[in-house]
């Protein structure tokens, strides 16, 4: 399981193994971080934009 | 080999479940939408599962798609009318599925002469949304009205739009029932928090499988009929009044919580059911 | 005597027109969405003639209606995707119906990618919206993308959802065609006005009668039938390169400069078709 | 002879009566900030008396003929802080001018903490708004918790702020006293129609002259200066419990209510004391 | 000991150097506006550093504890100009200290007015934002046209208004400076990423030291001082034609690539500076 | 007081003689209109959009 790096707090986020761009992790400095696929094949964090008014179940 | 796309905006653990069983039968991929254009009428692929949690991400994709012919689940009709409270109910009414009795108030003025006909307390929801965000109650006139004033304010034309709906004894609870190619896989019931009317998961209710029944499944299957639906999940409301009701349809439905509670694996079944669809 | 309703949040000169000459054949009257609710599946009427302004209030009316087996002109869901030029656009590909080249893009660099896969320039058009007003051309990448990334922040999906598409050599011209009941009444032809490309008469169009002819009758017909429109007008380009094309479908259409230009009353030939309609 | 520009949106009796009088003493002039651009520090005025309805449409151009040094009314300053409820009550606050007990709430739970420490029923309230339009009443925790979910929904950021704040018995009715250049004018009693608790004229609210008293004298001329209004309205509520309380400033001030039940016209008393103003 | 408050809505890294290094002199605590509410005029403390990202959320923040006499860093007026850059450029000017040459144009007729007379191509901004979000450029009166209408959807009223200004050769860099208590700590240079125009560092451009100099230093604590700022950065345009200009003032200035190109800690220098302005 | 035409329902609107652009009058359509200057000095009535969030007294 990789450690990246939060890029709002600068702290750690675990990332799982098989992990896939698009899955949304909640981290403690009160940020909602989408993982996101760098061109090389390795993965980042990036914030999530809030969600918009027809989004649901 | 078939081929099927996962079209995404997040990834969810339904779209990873999904993902992982389509593939066993086909050659599955995803297709996140947030960074890929899609040419209306584009060919290439047999089928598309259509899981944007944005209705319209959700309801475009699948039109995109439809242009050429491809076979969603599901179609862009269903996602536009389960993604729509008002059209949905409109839907299953001429159906004569039983419903919540439900107005249409498009102002202020409006809403208060449904809840005037219905007695209060009164259910305010707005067509679009979900996880219970818009969806209100008004014990008076004097709190309907500060209600709905303030949804006139809201940006979006149809979230100023209003359903005014009796409100139901529900245990504050309602059961949410599967549906795969014309077969009700199974049945669970959402119970609201403590001090909590709405039995939103977001809102922390909790979930227990419930047990089916023969009106509640010819009920349900009549209406993931009405609406042209693949593979969504009913909604429904159990009252001592008026029996069961169908409160809600979904389009794109969220399963994991069905799958902890009952042990039956909807992506399973929607592959096998794509399957045998595409075999014809 | 049949009884109609005429929908309205606005009264314009056509529903005007369209009350005065509904009257000549049957009980007519208004029926005001903004101050006035609408119970799902109450009854009382034999049609309903949809008219309001705003794409939901005619969508939710029709829709509410409908659910009491009230005739609806247009029936919601002739408004809804004739109201959405996505869905109109991937139902008339589907009907192999001409239409701009076209793709959804849910995001900037969705719509980065669409436009380099056209060639510049492109149109960037949302879904829903009427009058000219969510229609742009970029003419570069650095365009398009302050463009997207401004839409982006607007407050609706809808309005954030965008239509990428190749630009066309119309004339700056566009021609409209209304269809009743599965017959053509006439074509109008809109030129925009001097320094503007788009040919809407909100931004100051003139216009004048088009004649008809055969080709294009034909595939106004076959889009009218695929939208399931019974009172609509179809837009259409006409271009050197790829002959006519379909670009919009209106379900509320309004017909008043059809009117002056031809001399052709639709409101008569509406009241005349229902009549037949609502008798079988 | 001295040039005064009357800045405005849309032009209602008070501007029309503000150019006619302001005309009498000096070169007046209409400035329709819709249809004109302004340079920030281009001169050629003496002052500007600022009109716009839209609270940032006012600070704007103040801000922007301040730049050039031209003497406003009100100055931008005045009409950022009597445009925003909480920072003018912070500013009252900080001049120890009593206003009602209140909180700064971000969000839902922070609303909730503020009202479980004033009890109920409260108040919330946006910042910026007026004519009552974001102005409620939550007479329960649940009421305020739907009611602040709903803020949350709303588009900017200023409106999603709330101020929880005591409701106070003030007979439906609140004291409005006009001041100009350090002089109250006068003072009206605006009573809220009945059924509502709201005393907006916006709102029906009737009006009527309210005799002045030097408590009441003294401190609405503070208010007026702790935010350094030259020609504002306060708007006092008279309570049994607390006597008077500063509610409200407004720094581009509706009059011709005011003008009606009293008599006097404060564009007159204006334009002498701008004149007075610029002669210096 | 002395109390202070951290008061933020995001802990970033810049809020965690802060309160351990305030922490170091006193008694330093968080403040979380997003569930906690705020009484206006309440005490307790000495003195609030008002960090959140939201700029109305820093304002509101910064009143409430003025309220109560409460030391804010910065203020709110400070946080509220330097937060809209139209009052923010109007106090400068005001105060003669160079600026880009800018209009306010409230609509889109008056957006054409200014670029018209100030040639294209031009910038456009909206008042509030950051992170480069609102800021456009507009090559020809087409595009200004285009871009100023879908300004004009946008749902607040601050992003709708407009600033037009003169587009700058800068080399597509700029100077960010940080003042702390009429001191200057140090200045870096932002250079845009490569095709960019715009010297973000959300926008992908690189951080280098900047050499001050005298010239600088004065017109950057002039700008300070204009609009009050405690704890400020001043962000500087240097062009060969008009030498240096400033284009912004942060009043919850982001610090992270200052410290890391320059070696030198904000956050020791604001605690040092408050502690010696609390003594005091 | 001339009558001019109103641009949404075509039906006839007063406006005072001494009208200034900018002023607005509510029609029986459901209408609010927005008094306009025409470069050739005469007078138009133009549909008003709606008021914005900070819009008051
Ligand atoms: N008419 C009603 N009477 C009682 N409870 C209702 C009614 N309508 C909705 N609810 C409760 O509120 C919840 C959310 O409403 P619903 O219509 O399902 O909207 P959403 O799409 O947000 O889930 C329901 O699951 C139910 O518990
Ligand atoms: N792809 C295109 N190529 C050239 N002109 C176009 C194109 N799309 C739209 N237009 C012009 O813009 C006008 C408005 O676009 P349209 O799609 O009809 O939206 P609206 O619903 O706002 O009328 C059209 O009438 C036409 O003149
Ligand atoms: N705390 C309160 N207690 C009782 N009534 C209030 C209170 N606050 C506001 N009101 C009533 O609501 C009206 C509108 O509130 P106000 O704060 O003035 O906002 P607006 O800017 O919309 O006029 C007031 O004129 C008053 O009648
Ligand atoms: N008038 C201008 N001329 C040239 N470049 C500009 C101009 N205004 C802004 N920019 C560029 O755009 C960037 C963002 O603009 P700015 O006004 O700082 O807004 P923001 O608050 O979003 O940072 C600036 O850092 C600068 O690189
Ligand atoms: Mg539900
Ligand atoms: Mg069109
Ligand atoms: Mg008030
Ligand atoms: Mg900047
Ligand atoms: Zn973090
Ligand atoms: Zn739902
Ligand atoms: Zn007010
Ligand atoms: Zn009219």
């Known amino acids: ?57 | 080999m078939l081929r099927v796309a996962v079209v995404v905006d997040v990834v969810r653990q339904e779209e990873q479940m999904l993902l992982k069983t389509l593939g066993e039968y086909m050659d599955a991929r995803l297709f996140n939408v947030r960074s890929r254009a899609l040419e209306l009428g584009s060919d290439g692929l047999d089928a598309a599962v259509i899981r944007p949690i944005s209705m319209y991400r959700a309801a475009y994709t699948a039109a995109s798609f439809e242009a050429a012919g491809v076979f969603t689940v599901n179609q862009s009709e269903t996602i536009m009318i389960a993604g729509d409270k008002l059209l949905a109910y409109a839907r299953l009414a001429a159906a004569r599925i039983p419903i919540p009795r439900s107005f249409y108030a498009a102002d202020v003025e409006a809403a208060l002469e449904a809840a005037s006909k219905l007695g209060y307390p009164v259910v305010v929801k707005a067509p679009v949304g979900s996880w219970g965000r818009l969806v209100s109650r008004a014990d008076s006139p004097e709190e309907l009205e500060q209600l709905a004033n303030m949804r006139q304010r809201l940006p979006c034309s149809q979230t100023r739009s209003m359903i005014v709906q009796e409100y139901l004894e529900t245990g504050n609870s309602d059961i949410r029932c599967i549906v795969v190619a014309g077969t009700m896989l199974g049945c669970i019931r959402r119970i609201a928090q403590n001090g909590e009317w709405r039995s939103n998961v977001a809102l922390g209710a909790k979930t227990e499988a419930y047990p089916a029944n023969p009106a509640l499944e010819d009920m349900v299957l009549r209406a993931a009929a009405a609406v042209k639906g693949f593979f969504v999940s009913i909604d429904v409301f159990e009252t001592r009044e008026k029996g069961y009701l169908v409160n809600e349809v979904n389009g794109v439905p969220e399963f994991k919580g069905f799958y902890r509670a009952t042990g039956i694996n909807p992506a399973k079944r929607l592959a096998e059911a794509l399957l045998e669809e595409l075999k014809r």
């Open chain 1, 1 to 57: 399981m990789p450690t990246l790096k939060c890029p709002v707090c600068g702290g750690p986020v675990e990332v799982p193994d098989d992990a896939m761009p698009g899955e949304l992790i909640d981290h403690d400095c009160g940020v909602t971080l989408e993982v996101v696929k760098k061109d090389d094949g390795s993965f980042e964090l990036k914030p999530f934009e809030g969600v918009g008014e027809d989004w649901g179940e």
